[in-house]
């Protein structure tokens, strides 16, 4: 199993400034991902972040609005840009175990003023 | 590219009795991984239970239980006994296999929000 923290659980934006999520994991993993989880809604994949490589986007993200760093095996963070309204989400990473079960981390909380 | 639909945005039982979640997808691959997880209100994504698709037997978790039909490609989950902490939000999802270009990235259905009634 893996434990995975985010950081921070929620905050609070003005449009137009950004925040940088971080995602910490207790063991060394490959592929960490990053999801987005509109109000209501059900959970998008924004991209998939390899150690040592750039992060592969999915259709409707990219890089400029959502830059991904991965610096080693164990962290990850997620920097949503120059925010809007529409921004307001749940961001969750995870972490694969290939293919017996994804680990979720808790969540942040982003509501963009 | 894979789809999964659940057909059912919200759903109810009373507590102790049994309900069923539906869930169908649509892929060319033949085989794959299909997993439902529960996100309660603190948000928090649990994995409830998880199918081979390459298994013909349905999968069982104590009270949790799946009826995998591959040919229709349906994955319904069944909670027996349901109890006040199984309120929860439900999403199917699926997973390609690695050896076929996947890269344990998960596409989710749009859940379906069950709430137990004491």
């Known amino acids: 199993s893996a434990v995975i923290s985010q950081k921070p659980s929620r905050d609070i934006c003005q449009r137009g400034t950004s925040l940088t999520i971080q995602c910490q994991v207790d063991s060394q993993v490959t592929m960490m991902f990053w999801y987005r989880q509109q109000p209501g809604q059900s959970l998008t994949l924004i991209a998939t972040a390899n150690q040592g490589s750039e992060a592969t986007y999915e259709s409707g993200f990219v890089i400029d609005k959502f830059p991904i760093s991965r610096p080693n095996l164990t962290f990850s963070t997620l920097t949503v840009s120059n925010m809007s309204p529409e921004d307001s989400s749940i961001y969750l990473c995870?972490?694969?175990?290939?293919?017996?079960?994804?680990?979720f981390g808790p969540g942040t909380r982003l509501t963009v003023t | 590219a894979q789809t999964v639909t659940q057909s059912q945005p919200e759903m109810s039982v009373q507590e102790a009795e049994t309900v069923t979640l539906s869930c169908t997808y649509d892929?060319?691959?033949?085989?794959?991984?299909l997993f439902w997880y529960k996100q309660p209100p603190s948000r928090q994504m649990i994995l409830v239970i998880r199918?081979?698709?390459?298994?013909?037997q349905n999968a069982t978790e104590n009270r949790f239980s799946v009826n995998f039909q591959k040919a229709a490609k349906s994955f319904s989950l069944k909670i027996s006994d349901s109890q006040l902490g199984d309120t929860a939000m439900y999403f199917c999802a699926f997973m390609k296999p690695l050896t076929q270009g996947g890269s344990e990235k998960l596409v989710f259905g749009k859940g379906t929000k069950l709430t137990v009634n004491p």
């Open positions: 199918q081979e698709a390459y298994k013909q």
């Open positions: 995870s972490v694969g175990q290939g293919a017996r079960e994804q680990y």
């Open positions: 892929t060319s691959e033949n085989n794959y991984y």
